[in-house]
């Protein structure tokens, strides 16, 4: 569905920087101009040359990229995957993205009930929750997936394509900006670990596209799907 792509970030296009180099700039390869930046240099995430299977990724560590999407917002529904691993459990919140504010947000991360870390995507209110905890550091990749649906439409949360929630309790949201690596606050919930790649389109993706896509993904990283 490239008609439906909206931002697309894969490591593999980040140029200009070497191992262990903090990062300014992760241009979007979609063409629609929604590079996620950092200016500040205490906050600039970390590029890793070779994070899994050969491929580079983006290291966050209290520190943080964002990205403009549109002034007025765009609509539901929308579909995001993101290929990633968590390297420390830090007993918190962690953020993968975070958009909005509390009175209208959406968040795709891991809580933690305590230890270990649960998936979670929430479009405020309400959360969607897995059941299913990670064990960190994560060995390999992983990819999230999470359809966010229009209002009485169902939504879901796919953890390495098996979903692991679903609901049409879902609230409605214009998608401004994102913030990738941390709370909107940018003061807390950071993510601890790596993303190689993140696809958005802003369609509700069908179960065998979002299958199709996962498949890609692992193919490409080097992990294992759910059977």
Request: glycine share 8%.
């Amino acid at each position: 569905h490239p008609e439906t792509m909206i931002a697309w970030y894969d490591a593999q296009a980040i140029t200009g920087v070497a191992d262990g180099d903090a990062l300014a700039l992760w241009p979007d390869m979609s063409g629609n101009g929604r590079d996620a930046t950092q200016d500040d240099d205490p906050y600039k995430p970390v590029y890793v040359a070779d994070a899994g299977n050969g491929l580079p990724a983006v290291r966050f560590d209290t520190d943080w990229l964002e990205a403009v999407f549109s002034a007025d917002g765009l609509e539901l529904p929308f579909t995001v995957f993101v290929v990633h691993k968590v390297t420390s459990d830090t007993m918190g919140n962690q953020n993968i993205i975070d958009g909005g504010s509390a009175g209208s947000r959406f968040r795709l991360g891991y809580n933690p009930p305590g230890e270990p870390l649960f998936a979670t995507f929430q479009n405020w209110p309400p959360a969607l929750d897995a059941d299913i905890p990670i064990v960190t550091p994560m060995p390999d990749f992983s990819v999230i997936t999470a359809l966010y649906n229009e209002p009485g439409a169902t939504s879901a949360l796919r953890v390495d394509g098996e979903e692991v929630a679903s609901s049409e309790r879902m609230a409605s949201y214009l998608l401004v900006d994102i913030t990738i690596g941390s709370r909107t606050s940018r003061d807390r919930q950071w993510l601890f670990g790596d993303i190689a790649e993140m696809i958005f389109y802003d369609s509700a993706l069908a179960d065998e596209e979002m299958a199709a896509v996962e498949s890609y993904l692992a193919d490409k990283y080097g992990f294992g799907l759910a059977p």
